[in-house]
C-alpha cells in the first residue's frame, strides 16, 4: 500500500507538471481526489490493513493528499499568471500609433460663393428673405404682372402640382410675400433653389439657385439701383471692375435691364471667357412695377423700389473658370475637392 501511495504522489507530480490549462488540472483534482479518484480508492482498502499499520498509512495517505493539493494549487496559480500576462501582451495598446486621419469636407462651391453674396449684402444692410420653393401661381407669376397666357410663362415652364401650384421658376415671388409682411424700408436678398422643365446639360438644369434683391423705400431710383450693384460687381470680381446696365424687359419691373460686369478675364478687350464680348452678363434688374408695389400692399405713389435676380451657378461657373454645370451637381469628390 505504500508503493501504491508513493506511485500515485509520483504520478499526480508529473501529470500536474505536464498540465497546461486549468481545465486539465481540474481534471486532474477528479481523478487524484474526486469521490471515485485513486487516493480515495486506496483509503477505502484501509479496513484491510492491521491495527498496527493503520495509524501509519492513514498519515502517509494525508501526506500524499495535502502534497498532491499543493501542487495541484501552486499549478494553478502558475497557469493562471501566465494567461494573464498573455492576455496582458495582446491587449497591449500604442497609445503612441498615429490615430485614423478623419476626412474632413468643406464647404460646396455654390455655398462659397453664395455665403461671400449674403457677406457682401448683409455688410450694405440687406436683411436675408426667405419663401417656400412649392409655390402659388399666384406668387410665382400673377402677382408679378405675369397673368396666365402671358408669354413669359412660356420661357418658365415648370413642374406643376395643381393648376394653381408650382414649384417657383424664380425666386423673384418671395418679393411680394416681403411686401406683403414687411413695410418699407424694405432691403432683401432672397437666395434659394428655382425650378424649371429644361433638359439637363453644360448649361441648363431643372433645379438651380437664384439670389432675389428687393429695395423699397420713398425716393429709391435707378442710380441707387447701380450704385450698388456696381458695388456688388466690384466686391465680387475686384475693384478695377464696370458694370453696364443694357435695356431688357421684365414683366415685373419697368424701366428694366440686364447688367454685365467687364471681363474678369481680359478686363473688357474680349477673350474666350466673355467670348470677345469683354462683358459678360450676370444679372437681371430693374425698377419695381408699381402693379406689384400695390399687389404687395405698397402705395406707389409714396414709395418707389428696385429689384434684381441673380443666377448663382453662373456666378460660381465664372469665378472658378468651370465650364459645365453638371459638376456642381454631380457629387464627384475629385472635382469638390478642388475648392
Ligand atoms: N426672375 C428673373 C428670371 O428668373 C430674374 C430677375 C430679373 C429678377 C429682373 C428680378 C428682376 O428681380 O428685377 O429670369
Redesign the pocket.
Known amino acids: 500500500m505504500r508503493e501504491k501511495l508513493e506511485e500515485i504522489k509520483s504520478a499526480a507530480s508529473r501529470l500536474i507538471e505536464e498540465a497546461d490549462a486549468p481545465a486539465a488540472l481540474e481534471e486532474l483534482r477528479v481523478k487524484f481526489l474526486g469521490k471515485k479518484g485513486e487516493l480515495t480508492s486506496i483509503l477505502k482498502m484501509m479496513g484491510k490493513l492491521s491495527a498496527e499499520e493503520r495509524p501509519a498509512m492513514g498519515q502517509l495517505a494525508n501526506t500524499v493528499r495535502a502534497e498532491i493539493e499543493k501542487r495541484i494549487d501552486e499549478k494553478s496559480a502558475e497557469l493562471k499568471a501566465k494567461e494573464k500576462e498573455i492576455r496582458l501582451r495582446a491587449e497591449t495598446l500604442d497609445i503612441t500609433a498615429p490615430g485614423k486621419p478623419v476626412a474632413i469636407g468643406h464647404k460646396h462651391p455654390l455655398s462659397i460663393v453664395l455665403d461671400e453674396v449674403k457677406e457682401i449684402f448683409l455688410g450694405m444692410g440687406f436683411q436675408i428673405a426667405d419663401g417656400p420653393e412649392v409655390e402659388y401661381d399666384y406668387y410665382n407669376f400673377e402677382a408679378?404682372n405675369i397673368p396666365k397666357g402671358h408669354p413669359a410663362r412660356d420661357?418658365?415652364d415648370t413642374f406643376y402640382i395643381t393648376d394653381n401650384i408650382l414649384l417657383r421658376?424664380?425666386?423673384?415671388p418671395v418679393?411680394v410675400r416681403v411686401m406683403e409682411q414687411q413695410k418699407p424700408p424694405i432691403r432683401v436678398i432672397a437666395p434659394g433653389r428655382?425650378y424649371r422643365s429644361d433638359a439637363v446639360d453644360a448649361t441648363h438644369s431643372p433645379i438651380f439657385h437664384?439670389i432675389?434683391?428687393?429695395v423699397v423705400d420713398k425716393g429709391i431710383t435707378m442710380s441707387d439701383l447701380k450704385g450698388n450693384l456696381l458695388a456688388l460687381a466690384k466686391r465680387l470680381y475686384g475693384e478695377q471692375t464696370r458694370i453696364r446696365l443694357r435695356p431688357?424687359h421684365?414683366p415685373?419691373?419697368e424701366p428694366?435691364?440686364?447688367i454685365d460686369v467687364s471681363c474678369f478675364r481680359c478686363g473688357g478687350k474680349g477673350c474666350p471667357m466673355c467670348k470677345g464680348e469683354g462683358w459678360i452678363e450676370i444679372?437681371?434688374?430693374?425698377?419695381?412695377h408699381p402693379k406689384v408695389l400695390q399687389n404687395g400692399g405698397i402705395d406707389p405713389d409714396v414709395y418707389s423700389g428696385?429689384?434684381?435676380?441673380?443666377?448663382l451657378e453662373r456666378l460660381v461657373m465664372f469665378r472658378f473658370n468651370i465650364d459645365d454645370m453638371r459638376l456642381l451637381y454631380d457629387n464627384d469628390m475629385r472635382f469638390l475637392e478642388q475648392f
Request: aromatic letters at 12%; hydrophobic letters at 40%; proline letters at 0%.
Open positions: 408679378l420661357t418658365q421658376t424664380q425666386t423673384s418679393q428655382v437664384q432675389e434683391g428687393l431688357h421684365f415685373f419691373t428694366s435691364c440686364e444679372l437681371g434688374a430693374g425698377m419695381v428696385y429689384a434684381f435676380g441673380i443666377g
